[in-house]
Every structure is written in structure tokens, then in C-alpha cells.
């Protein structure tokens, strides 16, 4: 990748197709020319020294048409590129559209490849990768939980900690190096307790952060929601409900009915969820039922909620298997228990563990379930988060590595080793936070990042 881009670039930077609207970016070391041949307005343009727009006539290639659209224009002192910046804003009609940027590109404009302004603005210093990458997370956010955090991201609030981690370091290395020019003198800069403080306190934000982006490689667009239970607790009624389809899941009183699994995708108030029917717990004998229930076993285990099902009718012998096995699940996963067939139990019998009481046939408690279920999951998934997913994917390593490092810097500051030695991992935890926000980078490193944008952005 050649990272000397001075020459300028175009792109339809508004959704294609027709529209009211049809934006076309420029941006370049030397835009002016190329867009004097291709707009029609008063001189003011040229000179502005802050962002301005410009009425005029836009000019096609090959055509005498005039189209009326405007210009803004962005200097260098206060463009995202770091260059001077241009959108042509007219009617977004595709021919039309395509042949301004025919007449841009006739006069020294080339096409921008996926990212370039982004990439552009990153290499100017006016964003760093992680808000780089959080341009894309707004583009692809698919619900406002998402689109805030990529805001976040995209404010700084990330980057912001990871630089001033870094400014941290930076300080403990450099009165770790003034004492090694001291050394003779006996002056001590930093209190080894001071400094391993403070080293800790560095490597359980990066460790923090670690485990956020774990979490966020792991997560994908839609929440999984499984059903579980007894056999004949309810599940295979209660998902034809939440699905809208009586017929989606067979139902019947012989306990073991769903040998198998159901699994649909839906959206709740814009949520995508992923809901899946399981089999009842219960032995296997059978190379179908193995397979049922370990497929069962392994759904919840994944499950970013797991609903619970307790009959309301249910034998007075599988109380305590029941309440035992919500329990052991309750100690590692979500959990929300439901007491189905409410209809058929008198209030006394309830079991009062029981969060939402519903009834499919008498059509109760659904509207409830839905709303804690939806309740439940945003309390679970917003969780401290603070990365978007392809940053976390990208990052993950660095963390690692940058925490191992500080722990190993730690560990010598606490064992009073020489601070040489304390200073070689300070520099290694440095090489890798840097590595995140791109102040050490490589051109795959940009590849990677930057091909995943749209030609525009």
C-alpha cells in the first residue's frame, strides 16, 4: 500500500439509487482545478478559510446540462481528511450522479478505494484505528445499543483511556531511564511501591479490556434465547407462541415429544433474537435423544438467556429435580424462570421462584415474558462493553500481550530486579497499546482494516 496520498479521489458518498439527495466527496492535496472545470459559482469557494457552501451549477461530462446543486468545501485546517474536502449535494439520480464523477475523473480525479477517506483521516492524525474502525460500526450497527456504542468508540471514550494508559507508561519509563543515568548516585526517581501500583493499576484496565473484547468476538448480531426444561414442561407451546405459528413446533401431552430442535430468528421492538426450541432433560437411550440432549447441553451453555420452564402441573416428584437443575444451570448462565400452564395450577401451588406466571391457552403473561426477556438481555449485553465487535477481533491479541508484559514488569518491580529489566516490558506493553490505536501499524494491518469500508467513506 502506498501511504503517500496526495493525489484526489472521488466517490458517491450517499446510498446508490434514487433519492432526493445525492452526495459526491472529493478530497485531495489539490482539489481546486479539477473542481473549477466541474462547478459553476461565485469565487468565494476558492479562498474560504472555513467550511462554507456554495450554490452553483454542476457540470456533467459530455453534456451542456446544467444541474443545480452546491458545493461545500472544507479547507485543510478543518477537513476529516486533512486535505481539502468537497461534497457536490444535487438530486441523487444515478445517470446523473455517474457522470459528475465521469467529468471529476476526466479532470485528474481518480475513483477512492473502500476506506480511502477514512484512511486518509487516520494518516492525518485526525482519528486513530479504533475510531477509524468505529466509522464502520455505525455503518453496520443494527439496533441504537450498537450505533451508541460505536458513537462511544467514535467520540474517543476508548482511546482516550488506551492514551492516557499509554501517557502513564511513558512516565514510569522515563523515571525508570533517569534513574538508570543515576544509577552511580544511588537517587531513586520512582518508590518501587509507587511504580508497581501503578503498573497494576495499567494491567487491569488492559485485562478489563481484554475480556470486553473476548466478549465481543463472541457476540454476534442476533441473541440467542433457548427454551429449557423437563420433558412436557411447556417449551414446544410456549415457542409456537413467541413465534406466531401454533403449527411451528409439534406439541403433545407424551412427555419426550421433542426429540429433536427448533431454532427461528426474530425481532423484537428492532432486537434480532434467535429463539430455540430444546429437548426435555431427561436420559438418553435412544442415538436421537443422546444427540437431542447434547445438543441441548450445548445451547444453553452458549445462550445469552436461557428460559427456564417449570410446569405449573408438574408431578410432585420432579420438584426437587427441577428446582436442582435450574440451580446448577443459575450458576454459570442467565437465567429467567417461567411457570407455564398457569392455568392449570391453583395460586397456592405456584412455585414463588418463578419470575413470570403465563398461560398460552388462556393467552397471559406473554406481553410480561416478552418485555423482561427483552429487559434481561439489554442489562446482560450492555455489560461495560466498550468495544465494537471488528475492533475487539483486531485488538484482542495486542491486549493480551500488552497485559502479560505489565505483569511481567510488575512482577520484577515487586522482586526488585533491576529497572532495566522493568523497563524492557514497559516499552513491549508500549509496542502493543500502540499497535491498537495506530501509532504502530503496518500497511496489512491498514489493508485489513480499511478494505471492510464502502467506496465513499
Not at 494491567?203 to 473476548?214: G, K, N, T
Amino acid at each position: 500500500m502506498n501511504l503517500q496520498f496526495d493525489d484526489t479521489i472521488v466517490a458517491l458518498a450517499s446510498a446508490p439509487g434514487s433519492g432526493a439527495a445525492g452526495l459526491i466527496r472529493v478530497s485531495g492535496s489539490d482539489i481546486i482545478p479539477c473542481l473549477e472545470h466541474c462547478f459553476e459559482a461565485d469565487d468565494q469557494w476558492r479562498s474560504s478559510r472555513v467550511p462554507s457552501r456554495h450554490p452553483g451549477i454542476i457540470k456533467l461530462a459530455g453534456s451542456h446540462v446544467r444541474l443545480p446543486g452546491a458545493l461545500y468545501f472544507w479547507p485543510t485546517a478543518r477537513s476529516f481528511t486533512g486535505q481539502p474536502l468537497a461534497e457536490f449535494h444535487t438530486i441523487s439520480s444515478p445517470p446523473l450522479l455517474e457522470s459528475v464523477i465521469e467529468n471529476l475523473a476526466a479532470h485528474g480525479a481518480r475513483l477512492a478505494r473502500p476506506g480511502e477517506f477514512t484512511l486518509r483521516a487516520f494518516l492525518a492524525g485526525r482519528v486513530d484505528l479504533v475510531q477509524a474502525e468505529a466509522v464502520l460500526g455505525v455503518i453496520d450497527a443494527y439496533d441504537h445499543e450498537e450505533l451508541n456504542l460505536a458513537l462511544s468508540q467514535l467520540a474517543g471514550g476508548v482511546s482516550t483511556r488506551i492514551g492516557a494508559a499509554r501517557m502513564d507508561l511513558l512516565e514510569l519509563l522515563s523515571e525508570l531511564e533517569a534513574g538508570l543515568d543515576f544509577v552511580e548516585e544511588d537517587i531513586e526517581f520512582i518508590d518501587r511501591n509507587t511504580l508497581v501500583n501503578r503498573l497494576r493499576k495499567i494491567r487491569e484496565f488492559c485485562e478489563q479490556l481484554y475480556l470486553d473484547s473476548s466478549e465481543r468476538m463472541e457476540s454476534t448480531g442476533s441473541l440467542s434465547l433457548v427454551l429449557a426444561g423437563l420433558p412436557n414442561a411447556g417449551k414446544s407451546t410456549l415457542y409456537n407462541a413467541l413465534v406466531g405459528d401454533k403449527q411451528a413446533a409439534l406439541v403433545s401431552d407424551v412427555e419426550g415429544t421433542t426429540r429433536d430442535y427448533l431454532v427461528t430468528s426474530l425481532n423484537w421492538q428492532g432486537q434480532p433474537i434467535q429463539l430455540i426450541d430444546t429437548a426435555g432433560l431427561e436420559p438418553g437411550v435412544h442415538e436421537i435423544s443422546i444427540s437431542a440432549q447434547q445438543f441441548r447441553q450445548q445451547q444453553m451453555t452458549q445462550a445469552d438467556l436461557v428460559i427456564w420452564c417449570t410446569a405449573a402441573d408438574l408431578r410432585p416428584e420432579l420438584h426437587s429435580i427441577d428446582r436442582a437443575q435450574r440451580a446448577q444451570l443459575s450458576e454459570s448462565q442467565h437465567v429467567l424462570t417461567v411457570l407455564t400452564k398457569s392455568d392449570l395450577s391453583p395460586a397456592l401451588n405456584r412455585d414463588e421462584s418463578c419470575e413470570v406466571a403465563l398461560s398460552v391457552a388462556e393467552e397471559t403473561g406473554l406481553d410480561d415474558l416478552k418485555n423482561l426477556i427483552l429487559s434481561r438481555l439489554t442489562e446482560y449485553r450492555r455489560g461495560g462493553r466498550q468495544l465494537i465487535g471488528s475492533t475487539a477481533s483486531r485488538c484482542r491479541d495486542s491486549l493480551r500481550q500488552a497485559g502479560l508484559a505489565l505483569q511481567a514488569a510488575e512482577e520484577a518491580a515487586e522482586r526488585q530486579m533491576g529497572e532495566e529489566l522493568v523497563a524492557i516490558e514497559i516499552r513491549e506493553a508500549l509496542q502493543h497499546l500502540g499497535q491498537i490505536v495506530g501509532q504502530v501499524y503496518t500497511d496489512d494491518i491498514l489493508d485489513r482494516i480499511f478494505s471492510k469500508f464502502c467506496i465513499g467513506k
